[in-house]
């Protein structure tokens, strides 16, 4: 597993997991993935506290006795970090930190440092920042009684009035920076939009890479430019982490040898509770996905929790308005597991229909056969069709050799005449044309 060294070792920090009903299985699950985003985060989780209640404590979020036993083990090893498996509120966050004498992190929390720690492009960084913020704005008390404790104020009546009157100031500072990146995140979804607008212009299909954080996404991409890449260099970030994809790429694809070119777009991947402000804040990123005309769902295989992972990524894409795009399973990592039978998996929503294909990102082979696949399923529903079109009408010829593999065949007397694979409409379109 990746983990980021700095000088001093990295932060150690205590998971803390409440139980409230679910699943041993499930639980586990999510502790487990709670482990690897504190190490994507660049955090050592050195110990792991977990408790089973009816119910959650709605102070503290976990009982009095758990507490106390995590409160002695940081008093012991030093350890000045907890995070806590699940969104707080913004009262139980400031009730650990106090009872505790430490930092706690939520998992929304924990996700936004690591979104924040990687964010690269100016989208992207808008976008966290204003996520952040929102977070942020109901919690400011929490953050003040943590200042005033490190400070060792006593939080006596009079520094109180002050401190709110200091929270009142920050709130309305906070409020105008988040106006800000609004008016800033419109304007690069205005330009997205319009970038968006040229390429539908162009006819040119969106094939789009979804999927859980780490399936192997970003590779598959990387796999399909080293071979049928127009862009030399134009790869794209992979590591085995969680999020190591925040930004969308989107790269053209021309495989060639009469095959229609289309492009090919990786995107950040999604995880369990992914936190709403995180959605909220990626819209425009996320709704990328809704304007692809074939979804390509990777799955890690070797991961025994990839049903799961599949199911949430499911539901993600009907969150987020994409649920009805057609789609193509790519069961991936397939080198790292003996036997795989992709027709025997089954998740809610999968239809039996769905295309399936079992690939290893990192074989050329398995490349070629996902980019054939691929282009079979763009041109289902295509009729391969000829066409006289007469010389008068060359924008036609124009329209029909950007959005699809139309060639030419011969120039006759009375027009051109052209090979190309047609949709339904653009049969009704042409048919004045049709030989
Ligand atoms: N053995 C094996 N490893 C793979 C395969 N595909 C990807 N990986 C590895 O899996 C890890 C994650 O791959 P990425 O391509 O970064 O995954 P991603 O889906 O883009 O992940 P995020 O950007 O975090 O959402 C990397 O270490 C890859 O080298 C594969 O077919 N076989
Ligand atoms: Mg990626």
Known sequence: MHTVKDEGGLRRAALVGLNTGRTGEDFERSMKELAELAEAAGIEPAAVFTQSLPRVNTGYYIGSGKISEIAAYLGMTGTDLVIVDSQLTPMQLRNLGNAMKCEVLDRTALILKIFSERARTREARLQVDYARLTYLLPRLAGMHDELGRQGGASGSMSNRGAGEKKIELDR????????????????VEMERNTQRRARMRSGIKRVSLVG???????????????????????LVYEEDMLFATLDTSIRRIEPGGGLQPFLLTDTVGFIDHLPATLVKAFRSTLEETKYADLLMIVSDISDPDFREHLKVTIQTLEEIGAGSIPRFYVFNKADQLGEFRSDAVSVPGMREDDRRITISAKSQEDIKRLVEAIEEALTAGHTACTLLIPYAEGQIINTLKKGSDMRILSYTDTGTLVSAMLTADEIERYKAYLK
């Open 212 to 234: 859980y954080t780490n399936a192997g996404k970003s590779t598959i991409l990387n796999g399909v430019l080293s071979l049928y890449g127009t862009e030399a260099g134009k």
């Open 172 to 187: 309305r500072l906070i409020e105008q920076r988040m106006a800000q990146l609004r008016r800033e995140l419109d304007e």
